[in-house]
């Protein structure tokens, strides 16, 4: 019978585990030498490939060696260089209209004696139409105002001389006629009745000199009303207000909506100083709506001096007389507004029609007056001098109407 040897057996057992535990370090020292030869490869790899991958923009990260020369001066590290393509609605309507969008030079003479021009001044216009021989531009009456030469510098920087065929002072107005020779682009007229406040809008003009500016704000308001005196008459004109920066230059620019359409013609910023402060006045300009300068273009452009209507009365609106007043004048309780009549010119169309101071005119040729501003824009854009209207009108509280005959008056 056989038998086992305690000691023969622990000693078979010691050295199998011995080979086992030798096997296993010798492993882990492969595993580490592998992995170190690896990393070693791969930071060779990587700083041998990086500005081949970054060329190829597979590489966006920057990389760099963390290693330092004696100048405390990094190594050079990859970058990826990106391109960006940025097209929105903004830049659409700006590349739309801007080529129509010139400068015009106001040139004077230097002396009497010399027949040499000298830049007076500069602003901006708008080319809203062109046929085979000509382009007309629409720009401020101030811009040209006491031109001897006007020149109109186009999108391209070519310059070109320029025919005054109108101007209107009470709108600030000017149409001017250039060869068609180089015109490209000629700009869309917009709808400013549907603007909202809070819309974009986009001025383009040439503040300061600087051609084709642009500056991006929203509409403010779409009915300002600001006081506007030419020729001894003072009316209160309609205009959008705008945030978009409007500066010296700028006038008779664009005022374009998210369509790239002309909405306004910039005219004015205010630029004074606060009464209270030392502070001025910033992001308040002014624009005359497309639709109220359409029909004075349309005028101008025909050539000459517009003659406006004239009724011959000095008038203030109903909603500004004071209570006590407005009792006096013992209107009807459905009559809300309507003009009175302050004063009545001596030999004029209102005195040679029965008008007089007291009387609450509340409508003309039909059409019923709800405002001062409202009656001024619909009496200059839409009845002519020498027409005949239907006026009616309050005395004492009792109704009236009378034929008058429009008179005319030039604004320059």
Sequence with gaps: ?????????????????????????????????????????????????????????????????G???????????FNRQMNVNVTSLVTEAVDKVSPAVVAVINLQKANFF????????????????????????????????????????????????ATILGKDSLYDLAVLRIPVKNVKTVAEFGNSSKLKRGEPAIAIGNPL?????????????????????????????????????????????????????VIGI?????????????????????????????????????????????????IVDLSMVPNEEAKQLQLPSDVKTGLVVTDVQSSSPAAKSGLEAGDVITEINGHKIKSYIEFSTYMYTELRAGQTVNIKYYRMGKVHTSKLTLGSKTFS
């Design 266 to 314: 910039n005219s004015s910023k205010i630029a004074s100083t606060g009464s209270d402060t030392n502070e001025g006045v910033e992001g308040i300009g002014f624009a005359i709506p497309i639709n109220v300068a359409k029909p004075v273009i349309s005028k101008l452009e025909s050539g000459g001096k517009i003659e406006r209507p004239m009724l011959g009365v000095s």
């Design 67 to 77: 290693a330092q020369n004696s100048n405390n001066v990094s190594n050079p590290t």
């Design 114 to 161: 010399d027949n040499k021009y000298t830049e007076s001044g500069i602003g901006s216009g708008i080319i809203y139409k062109k046929d085979n021989q000509y382009a007309y531009v629409v720009t401020n009456n101030h811009v040209v105002s006491g031109a001897e030469k006007v020149e109109v510098r186009l999108n391209d920087s070519l310059k070109t001389n």
């Design 209 to 261: 000199g600087f051609s084709g500016s642009v500056t991006e704000g929203i509409i403010s308001s779409t009915s300002r009303t600001i006081p506007v005196e030419s020729n001894n008459a003072s009316i209160e004109a309609q205009v959008l207000q705008t945030d978009a920066a409007i500066n010296p230059g700028n006038s008779g620019g664009a005022l374009v909506n998210i369509a790239g359409q």
């Design 1 to 65: 019978m056989g038998y086992y040897d305690d000691n023969h057996i622990g000693s078979d057992s010691e050295s199998e585990g011995n080979a086992r535990q030798t096997r296993e370090t010798r492993m882990r020292g492969g595993w580490f030498f592998s992995g170190f030869i690896g990393a070693v490869v791969g930071m060779v790899c990587l700083l041998i490939f990086a500005p081949i991958l970054s060329d190829l923009g597979v590489f966006p990260y920057q990389v760099s060696t």
